[in-house]
């Protein structure tokens, strides 16, 4: 069964430094990988995703993710914070389920702080 | 285009009553997907539906099933309700593979009093 790991249940950083939220998955091959932002009082939309190819994906709003299969990792990044940023973050995994429908299991989430 | 609709936002209920929520996938979009959000547990999936059909399921009780019609619009229906299923119930909707990812809906938040 897959499972994921967000390691961070929050994460702090000044306006302007490094966004660095970090995620680690089991899954059967391949992984269908996630990355979800949700603002309070909202859904989650989608960042970014990972399915085949290219390794590093990019996504809305700035942020990428690298899918390292040697790590089992699918760490999101963004070169610089700002205050919108603010938000509950998902990573998530996705499954082909065995009745051919899918399940998507998600991470805890990280809570990312930006301060000014 | 327009999003995932869910209905109603709020509601208050009391134990023991059951509730029906309402899900309006985005149009084209065959797949709805809901899910139980809570600070404690996080989001856990509940089921998934596809032409009317569930394909898959996750580890709730009975109490707690759905259905999709013709049109894709999907419902959940919680019955003898219990204070632990206070939560936001959010509903996914997806073209048919999994490798497209979810449009959320803005979810309902239940509260069980």
């Known amino acids: 069964a897959q499972s994921v790991t967000q390691l961070g249940s929050h994460v702090s950083v000044s306006e302007g430094a490094l966004v660095l939220l970090r995620c680690n998955y089991s899954?059967?091959?391949?992984?269908?990988l996630f990355w979800y932002v949700q603002y309070p009082n909202q859904g989650l939309q989608l960042l970014l995703k990972?399915?085949?190819?290219?390794?590093l994906v990019k996504g809305i709003n700035g942020f990428e993710a690298e899918f390292k299969k040697s790590e089992t990792s699918f760490h999101l990044t963004k070169p610089s914070a700002h205050m919108s940023d603010a938000a509950e973050y998902f990573c998530?995994?996705?499954?082909?389920?065995?009745?051919?429908?899918?399940?998507?299991?998600f991470g805890a989430g990280t809570r990312l702080f930006v301060k000014a | 285009k327009a999003g995932v609709t869910q209905t109603p936002r709020y509601l208050i209920k009391t134990r023991g009553q059951q509730v029906t929520l309402s899900c309006s996938p985005i149009?084209?979009?065959?797949?709805v997907s809901w899910y139980q959000q809570t600070p404690g547990q996080g989001l856990q999936f509940l089921f998934e539906?596809?032409?009317?059909?569930?394909?898959n399921k996750g580890n709730f009780p009975g109490r707690f099933s759905g259905r999709q019609f013709s049109n894709s619009r999907s419902e959940m229906n919680v019955s003898t309700l219990e204070l632990g299923d206070s939560a936001l119930y959010l509903c996914?909707?997806?073209?048919?593979?999994?490798?497209?990812?979810?449009?959320f809906g803005s979810g309902t938040r239940l509260t069980v009093v």
């Open positions: 996914a909707s997806s073209l048919a593979r999994t490798e497209y990812g979810y449009t």
């Open positions: 899954s059967s091959v391949p992984p269908y």
């Open positions: 990972y399915t085949t190819g290219a390794t």
């Open positions: 998530a995994v996705s499954d082909r389920g065995s009745t051919g429908g899918f399940k998507t299991i």
């Open positions: 149009s084209g979009h065959r797949s």
């Open positions: 539906y596809f032409s009317e059909t569930q394909r």
